[in-house]
């Protein structure tokens, strides 16, 4: 990480000049050590990273995950166990033992989860039993609408001319997509769905009650679930086109070939070798929904959470919103702003 240094240990670092905001320099025990350029002397360009964190911690951030599929798979059960999970363990204020009610309407639940230091708005939009309908052509078009209203919000904003300093962020980051663990294929409504939407977000599709298959069941219908996807064309989030370099390639390469997660969730906690987890507890033992050898149920969360957060954020706001903002800026035809009036009837 240093640049082509002297090693110079005395450089007196721009800590005096630098941010008005005093103090910037007191966790900086990296810079002291990194020395200086040849020429200039220590500049601080790395301390930006420290910058950032600071401002992060001060700000938070907003994190937003919606679930689609057939109702009944388990989706508002997930919910619960990402909030209940590592993410969210140490989060107060939620009920223990709430019932799930059927879910019936789009709705949005959030929780702020702070870790470290850093406070995470997440949300989850759980949506309706999707496919419930005896005619299920346009059962996408409320979730579609959905996102693109969050966009639009957005959109709103962004071009309005006293602007607000930071705009919330209600874009859906990533969809989780149920697929029903049939072990056979995909439904045809899965696929129309897919195809659909996977340019107005990122679809994140995962296997459902996992637990209703065997290993190999599960592997095999992982594998065939995979092809059928690249048959029809559907780009799942990470999309091969936004890989940024061979590194990127490579990692998200290993996370494709393991998707779709095979998933279980579960709000129940049990005691396993002195240990509370969470779990469904079964005739023949207890199926533990954050050990690996269980399920996917970890590593669907670490992908989320731990390796792609800022990313799924980062590929909503310069792909799929940006996609969304060129096609309203077109219909307006140039870039005049949507005028106050227009936005504050909307919002109603
Ligand atoms: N076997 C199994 N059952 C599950 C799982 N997740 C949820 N369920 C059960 O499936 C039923 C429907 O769950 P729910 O979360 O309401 O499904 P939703 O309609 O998709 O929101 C409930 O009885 C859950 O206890 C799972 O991973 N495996
Ligand atoms: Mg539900």
């Given at each position: 990480?240093?640049?082509?240094?002297?090693?110079?240990?005395?450089?007196?670092?721009?800590?005096?000049?630098?941010?008005?905001?005093?103090?910037?320099?007191?966790?900086?025990?990296?810079?002291?050590?990194?020395?200086?350029?040849?020429?200039?002397?220590?500049?601080?360009?790395?301390?930006?990273?420290?910058?950032?964190?600071?401002?992060?911690?001060?700000?938070?951030?907003?994190?937003?995950?919606?679930?689609?599929?057939?109702?009944?798979?388990?989706?508002?059960?997930?919910?619960?166990?990402?909030?209940?999970?590592?993410?969210?363990?140490?989060?107060?204020?939620?009920?223990?033992?709430?019932?799930?009610?059927?879910?019936?309407?789009?709705?949005?639940?959030?929780?702020?989860?702070?870790?470290?230091?850093?406070?995470?708005?997440?949300?989850?939009?759980?949506?309706?039993?999707?496919?419930?309908?005896?005619?299920?052509?346009?059962?996408?078009?409320?979730?579609?609408?959905?996102?693109?209203?969050?966009?639009?919000?957005?959109?709103?904003?962004?071009?309005?001319?006293?602007?607000?300093?930071?705009?919330?962020?209600?874009?859906?980051?990533?969809?989780?997509?149920?697929?029903?663990?049939?072990?056979?294929?995909?439904?045809?409504l899965d696929t129309e769905f897919m195809k659909r939407l996977s340019h107005s977000v990122n679809i994140i599709p995962v296997i459902a009650k996992a637990d209703t298959l065997t290993i190999e069941e599960r592997q095999e219908f992982k594998q065939r679930v995979r092809k059928e996807l690249e048959m029809s064309g559907i780009e799942f989030y990470p999309q091969k086109e936004f890989d940024d370099d061979m590194e990127d390639k490579s990692d998200n390469d290993k996370i494709r070939e393991a998707m779709p997660f095979a998933v279980v969730g579960s709000d129940k906690e049990y005691q396993v070798n002195g240990k509370r987890v969470l779990g469904r507890k079964t005739a023949w033992g207890i199926v533990e929904v954050e050990n690996p050898n269980h399920c996917e149920f970890a590593q669907l969360r670490d992908f989320l959470i731990r390796s792609h957060l800022q990313d799924l954020k980062e590929v909503t706001h310069n792909i799929h919103y940006e996609t969304y903002r060129a096609k309203r800026l077109n219909e307006n035809g140039g870039l005049h702003p949507i005028s106050s009036a227009e936005t504050q009837e909307s919002n109603l």
């Amino acid at each position: 990480t240093t640049t082509q240094i002297i090693q110079r240990h005395s450089v007196s670092h721009a800590g005096s000049h630098t941010a008005p905001h005093s103090g910037s320099h007191g966790h900086g025990g990296s810079h002291s050590s990194s020395g200086g350029s040849t020429l200039l002397g220590y500049i601080g360009i790395d301390t930006i990273i420290e910058q950032m964190r600071k401002k992060t911690m001060k700000t938070g951030f907003d994190f937003n995950i919606m679930v689609v599929g057939h109702s009944g798979l388990g989706k508002s059960t997930l919910v619960n166990t990402l909030f209940k999970s590592q993410v969210s363990r140490r989060s107060a204020g939620w009920a223990r033992d709430e019932k799930i009610p059927k879910t019936v309407e789009i709705k949005a639940v959030s929780h702020v989860i702070e870790e470290g230091g850093v406070k995470m708005k997440l949300t989850v939009v759980d949506t309706p039993g999707f496919g419930d309908q005896i005619n299920n052509d346009n059962c996408w078009e409320p979730i579609s609408k959905y996102i693109n209203e969050q966009y639009e919000k957005f959109l709103k904003e962004e071009v309005n001319i006293t602007r607000k300093k930071r705009i919330p962020d209600t874009r859906v980051h990533c969809c989780l997509y149920f697929i029903s663990p049939t072990g056979h294929s995909l439904r045809q409504l899965d696929t129309e769905f897919m195809k659909r939407l996977s340019h107005s977000v990122n679809i994140i599709p995962v296997i459902a009650k996992a637990d209703t298959l065997t290993i190999e069941e599960r592997q095999e219908f992982k594998q065939r679930v995979r092809k059928e996807l690249e048959m029809s064309g559907i780009e799942f989030y990470p999309q091969k086109e936004f890989d940024d370099d061979m590194e990127d390639k490579s990692d998200n390469d290993k996370i494709r070939e393991a998707m779709p997660f095979a998933v279980v969730g579960s709000d129940k906690e049990y005691q396993v070798n002195g240990k509370r987890v969470l779990g469904r507890k079964t005739a023949w033992g207890i199926v533990e929904v954050e050990n690996p050898n269980h399920c996917e149920f970890a590593q669907l969360r670490d992908f989320l959470i731990r390796s792609h957060l800022q990313d799924l954020k980062e590929v909503t706001h310069n792909i799929h919103y940006e996609t969304y903002r060129a096609k309203r800026l077109n219909e307006n035809g140039g870039l005049h702003p949507i005028s106050s009036a227009e936005t504050q009837e909307s919002n109603l």
